[in-house]
């Protein structure tokens, strides 16, 4: 079976982060750099943080330059570093701010967010569990927490976060991107279809929902429905291992063969 583009972080519940496959947004609010005063904190608290090499996860000692910022800030900070590629910086950002705040449910959803970027599930799982505990209605939580189960072979509580991500937000595209590949995985193809068509009805023009919605009308039989969706993929994709893979398959369902010409915007 041809694989699929496999899952999308929700990594703020603030602003948007970049994840590997897919931006996933969330609703703005004004940035703290429009302020000049909150402008020259954060610019005073990043100079605190880039004089020397990231540190293990722990507060700043001995004078923490995030003392006058509040989560909101601190966040702002600690995706600011991310920005610059600076994630070790970036978690420390937010443990400092769980010392003055702990349990606070925003710093535990990115820091846990960020930690499961870096490979570290375990540390991210503990985080976003405490953080259900705090907020649980933030669907951020129940798409990152379901991602950190699916690291430890947990189908069965991964698929039960996501139910409960899109019962909270039914046009989270994450939350059903995600969603529709384990039903894809699982071999419930109708099941998967529903999903990845609501991630393009929501999202016209995020590439990723095309790939996988192809290869389940592969699986479904509907080999032209597949064939216009992969060319939709192509173009919209920037990814070039995955356009190589789209034209392969694309090359595949073809019925003579040959190669289709490359589409055009």
């Given at each position: 079976m041809f694989r699929l583009i496999s899952a999308l972080?929700?990594?703020?519940?603030?602003?948007?982060?970049?994840?590997?496959?897919?931006?996933?947004?969330?609703?703005?609010?004004?940035?703290?750099?429009?302020?000049?005063?909150?402008?020259e904190k954060i610019k005073k608290a990043l100079e605190a943080l880039t004089g020397g090499q990231p540190k293990k996860m722990g507060a700043h000692k001995p004078q923490d330059p995030h003392a006058a910022l509040d989560p909101e800030r601190?966040?702002?900070?600690?995706?600011?570093?991310?920005?610059?590629?600076?994630?070790?910086?970036?978690?420390?950002?937010?443990t400092d701010g769980l010392v003055r705040f702990p349990d606070q449910p925003d710093l535990l959803t990115i820091r846990g967010s960020l930690l499961l970027q870096q490979?570290?599930?375990?540390?991210?799982?503990?985080?976003?569990?405490?953080?259900?505990?705090?907020?649980?209605?933030?669907?951020?939580?129940?798409?990152?927490?379901?991602?950190?189960?699916?690291?430890?072979?947990?189908?069965?509580?991964?698929?039960?976060?996501?139910?409960?991500?899109?019962?909270?937000d039914p046009d989270s595209?994450?939350?059903?991107?995600?969603r529709g590949s384990?039903?894809?995985?699982?071999?419930?193809f109708d099941l998967a279809l529903?999903?990845?068509?609501?991630?393009?009805?929501?999202?016209?023009?995020?590439?990723p929902p095309y790939f996988n919605l192809a290869m389940t009308r592969e699986q479904l039989g509907d080999k032209d429905g597949a064939i216009a969706d992969l060319?939709?993929?192509?173009e919209l994709a920037q990814s070039e291992d995955w356009r190589d893979l789209a034209e392969k398959k694309l090359t595949e369902l073809t019925s003579d063969g040959s190669k289709p010409a490359e589409s055009k915007e």
């Open positions: 972080l929700f990594l703020s519940v603030l602003l948007p982060l970049p994840s590997v496959t897919m931006t996933a947004t969330a609703q703005e609010k004004p940035s703290p750099f429009s302020d000049p005063q909150e402008k601190l966040i702002q900070v600690a995706l600011q570093h991310m920005d610059e590629g600076r994630a070790q910086h970036a978690i420390d950002t937010l490979g570290r599930t375990a540390d991210a799982l503990g985080d976003l569990e405490q953080a259900a505990k705090g907020a649980p209605d933030n669907p951020s939580i129940y798409i990152n927490r379901a991602q950190a189960y699916r690291r430890f072979g947990n189908k069965t509580k991964a698929l039960a976060d996501l139910d409960k991500a899109v019962d909270l595209v994450a939350a059903r991107f995600n384990m039903h894809f995985n699982a071999s419930r529903v999903d990845f068509e609501r991630c393009i009805a929501v999202d016209p023009h995020a590439p060319k939709r993929f192509l």
